[in-house]
């Protein structure tokens, strides 16, 4: 029988993720068959798996962790927000519909079978099975059509460990809280808590603990300390927490623009990795004075961010930097911002919209979603500042709607080989 056991926390960013992935991690050396499992998630920076389906990216990860090939069946049910009331729906890894909230909310239901379908069969080909919910159990306004925390955990019959944040403060407060919203049956499956980011000395925690203990009757099972882990982010929560913000000046200033549905801005850690590297998330014009390079992003939602990039100044900041010589790179969205023309009748419904005319490039936006993995080798020639890279064999993957055509005067800065 699968040993199954699910990590829940008492807000979203309490570190759910990575105490999953180290469970895995554990669990995997000591000779078990392990898998992640989310059964819905929210996120904008998504991965791609081997077989070309698309899934979050904490549970590629936790399954790197578990030592097997990422399977789609971790994480059935990915939302992708593409404006603050409507999200894409992917199942199964392939693009379903987009829904609002509302809409989405009566749906539910009618996943559960689903799920628990996609859920048995995992169960089927691994000895533990580690879970992991979404935000908080106590969003008493969602109890009724959970699929993801307490409804999950019914579903699989699984204990739950409660993860709690103490960086942010009032962790015994969220602790007390969350258990005091839950109902007794629910309650009755948190078996433990784990305060998690602790810094300093835990002999100060003793008596909260003692204290805690005794008001809930749940037992806190560990201090996790904090660790200065560098992961990919799965949403924007990192962006507007500071994460990224640097202030030391380096040898080369890259300027990220901060559109308001930005998408897959992992894609940039490897650049904020290299010690001579500052990468900024900005939104504001003049915080491209003096820049070396401007990176448009992915967006869930290309006309409606390339409509603020007009109505905030950016767009006219990008064209003036780039009459000064300095280079603009356009990834997924932000690159289709660039051209001459998007046609758009499925993402916005905005219809033919002018972009920043950089590009003489036309994009046609269509229903059904490229995702897949890929190798390529940069073209032989290439502009000055790229001229070092040219030739060279890089792999990543593709995550688009539509296809972009290259009119006169644009050429393909790699050649790609799809797998």
């Avoid at 798996?49 to 578990?66: H, L, N, S, V």
């Avoid at 729906?89 to 689903?114: C, N, W």
């Avoid at 930097?321 to 997924?332: D, E, H, N, S």
Wanted: net charge negative; hydrophobic share 45%.
């Amino acid at each position: 029988m699968t040993l199954a056991i699910m990590l829940q926390g008492t807000a979203s960013d309490v570190g759910k993720s990575v105490l999953v992935a180290g469970l895995c991690r554990i669990f995997y050396q000591d000779g078990q068959r392990t898998a992640p499992f989310k059964s819905q998630n929210m996120a904008l920076n998504s991965g791609i798996t081997p077989d070309g389906k698309e899934m979050g990216r904490a549970q590629i990860f936790q399954a790197e962790a578990a030592g097997i090939t990422p399977d789609v069946r971790m994480n059935p049910v990915l939302l992708k927000p593409t404006s603050d009331r409507k999200a894409q729906v992917v199942l199964m890894g392939k693009v379903a519909t987009d829904m609002d909230a509302v809409s989405y909310h009566e749906y539910k239901p009618r996943l559960r079978e689903q799920i628990l379908a996609v859920y048995h069969s995992l169960a089927a080909e691994h000895d533990v099975l580690v879970l992991e919910g979404a935000g908080s159990p106590a969003e008493i306004n969602l109890r009724d059509r959970d699929i993801v925390n307490m409804g999950m955990a019914e579903m699989a019959q699984c204990p739950v460990i409660l993860v709690a944040d103490i960086d942010r403060g009032g962790v015994f407060a969220s602790i007390y809280g969350t258990l005091a919203l839950l109902h007794d049956r629910e309650r009755a499956r948190v078996k433990g808590v784990i305060i998690n980011k602790f810094r300093g000395d835990v002999a100060l925690l003793y008596s909260g603990i003692e204290q805690i203990e005794a008001l809930t009757g749940v037992p806190v099972l560990g201090v996790m300390p904090w660790l200065e882990v560098d992961l990919e982010d799965e949403d924007g929560v990192a962006l507007q927490k500071g994460k990224y913000l640097r202030t030391d000046r380096r040898d080369i200033e890259i300027a990220v623009i901060q559109v308001p549905h930005i998408s897959n801005f992992t894609d940039f850690n490897a650049l904020a990795a290299q010690p001579d590297v500052r990468v900024r998330y900005v939104r504001q014009p003049q915080e491209l004075a003096g820049v070396d390079m401007i990176i448009l992003p992915g967006s869930k939602n290309t006309l409606g961010d390339l409509g603020w990039l007009r109505e905030s100044g950016m767009a006219h900041a990008v064209l003036q930097a780039r009459r000064q010589g300095v280079p603009v790179l356009g990834i997924c969205g932000g690159y289709q911002m660039l051209g001459e023309t998007i046609i758009d009748e499925v993402e916005s419904g905005l219809g033919t919209q002018p972009g920043l005319g950089l590009l003489n490039t036309v994009t046609h936006f269509a229903h059904s979603k490229t995702t897949t993995q890929v190798a390529a080798t940069l073209a032989p020639a290439l502009p000055a500042w790229l001229a070092a890279t040219a030739g060279l064999a890089v792999s990543g993957y593709e995550i688009h709607m539509g296809e972009t055509e290259l009119r006169d005067g644009c050429r393909s800065l790699m050649q790609l080989h799809k797998g």
